[in-house]
């Protein structure tokens, strides 16, 4: 297609000549100058070709003159460019006074004065030279304002003043003058400071952005999600959350775990459990197992009834049977109770387990037993063994071996469990 195109060209410079030349030969025109006591006369095709001959001199004259300036020109940004990269390789193996040296140098060239001032902010702060560090930051206000603010915010982080960082972002956020690397500092600080409201209001803007991979932004999203969600002060605002969140968010566990939690502390259980137990029904969790028993005293018979109906999909479940032992002892049924913590215990021994079973043995007037599993909830809890809990009732032996049931694969193949 180039090729083409110049052909095309050529034949209209070529046309246009030949229509120039037919008329100038036809009358050549007649060009007199004078000046003073000297007089020119010569024709037009002579003096067009003196004016370029003229014109073409005094370019290269132009281009001789410019040419040492040029020359130094170069070797001035390319003293720069060697300095900024001497700079950002000593800030990347830790030679933070080099690495300022170099970068002050650098930063005297105007093409990379902005970069160079925020590494070396950057490297001051990593050698403990907070005030150089500032100095550096202000100076590269006047080029990357957005920037500096968002690195004045994570140096204020890295120095344990988070609440400082946090209003710094949030002033910046409603100017709409924060970068996405300040928008993330502000929903990490935000979520720390329990400002859920503010991290989530700040989620929209990043999410357009992909500036992060999918996976970290579904994370960060079910974070500030999940802590709105917990910190929702009434149902309302508390449905109003779970009503605007998208299909895709109400189905991860975070999100499902933080609104049942806080629906059934807001008196809305039957709540709580549907969407425990929809979530149940698409996709076992073992995580919302685990919640469904501590729901709180509502509505214990149903969820209890519900709990061992799981039992079918998934019997060797230690989050499951701890439930049961959870619902059971708020019925009171203690021997029940014991079973189902012990199979627990014996399914995956967790700190949670052990705590449940000294509430149990409180209730049912074992003072020594609770004393103990209390005990090894703290052991468990630390990685230490856990002394053995002698049996509530002895008329029989408790069987806490794992169910054996029928798995099949993909394709309908029956398998042992937990082959491949």
């Not at 100095?135 to 890295?158: C, I, N, P």
């Not at 968010?249 to 137990?277: C, H, K, Y």
Request: hydrophobic residues 50%.
């Amino acid at each position: 297609m180039k090729l083409w195109r110049w052909v095309l060209v050529l034949l209209i410079v070529a046309a246009a000549a030949a229509l120039a030349w037919h008329w100038l030969a036809a009358d050549p025109g007649y060009v007199y100058l004078r000046l003073g006591r000297t007089t020119l006369e010569t024709s037009v095709v002579v003096a067009i070709a003196a004016l370029l001959l003229a014109w073409l001199v005094a370019g290269l004259a132009w281009r001789l003159l410019r040419w040492p300036f040029r020359a130094w020109g170069r070797a001035h940004k390319r003293r720069g460019r060697e300095r900024l990269a001497n700079g950002l390789t000593a800030f990347a193996e830790g030679d933070y006074l080099q690495a300022e040296r170099d970068l002050d140098k650098a930063a005297q060239h105007a093409a990379f004065r902005t970069p160079a001032l925020l590494v070396l902010a950057r490297a001051a702060h990593e050698r403990g030279a907070q005030e150089r560090a500032r100095q550096a930051l202000d100076e590269a206000e006047a080029g990357a304002a957005r920037a500096a603010t968002a690195l004045r915010a994570r140096f204020l982080v890295e120095e344990g003043r988070e609440r400082e960082a946090f209003d710094l972002l949030k002033k910046n956020a409603d100017a709409d003058t924060l970068c996405l690397r300040g928008r993330r500092l502000l929903i990490d600080s935000a979520l720390e400071l329990g400002e859920s409201q503010v991290a989530l209001d700040a989620m929209p803007a990043l999410l357009r952005s992909q500036s992060l991979t999918a996976s970290t932004l579904e994370q960060l999203e079910t974070r500030a999600l999940a802590a709105a969600l917990a910190a929702a002060p009434d149902i309302a605002s508390l449905n109003a959350l779970w009503n605007r969140a998208s299909r895709a968010q109400r189905r991860r566990e975070e999100t499902i775990e933080a609104f049942a939690r806080r629906s059934a502390a807001l008196g809305q259980v039957l709540a709580a459990m549907d969407e425990v137990e929809s979530a149940q029904r698409r996709q076992w969790s073992e995580r919302l197992a685990s919640i469904y028993g501590d729901l709180g005293d509502a509505e214990v018979a149903a969820r209890l009834r519900q709990a061992e109906g799981w039992l079918a999909l998934a019997p060797n479940s230690a989050a499951l049977q701890l439930t049961l032992g959870r619902l059971q002892l708020r019925q009171g049924q203690h021997e029940r109770a014991e079973e189902s913590l012990q199979r627990a215990l014996a399914l995956a021994p967790s700190a949670a387990a052990w705590e449940t079973l000294g509430e149990l043995r409180r209730a049912a007037q074992d003072p020594a037993g609770a004393a103990t599993a209390f005990a090894n909830a703290l052991r468990c809890a630390r990685g230490q063994t856990t002394q053995t809990l002698a049996p509530l009732r002895a008329p029989r032996a408790l069987d806490t071996q794992p169910i054996a049931f029928e798995e099949r694969s993909e394709h309908g193949v029956p398998r042992l469990p937990h082959s491949s």
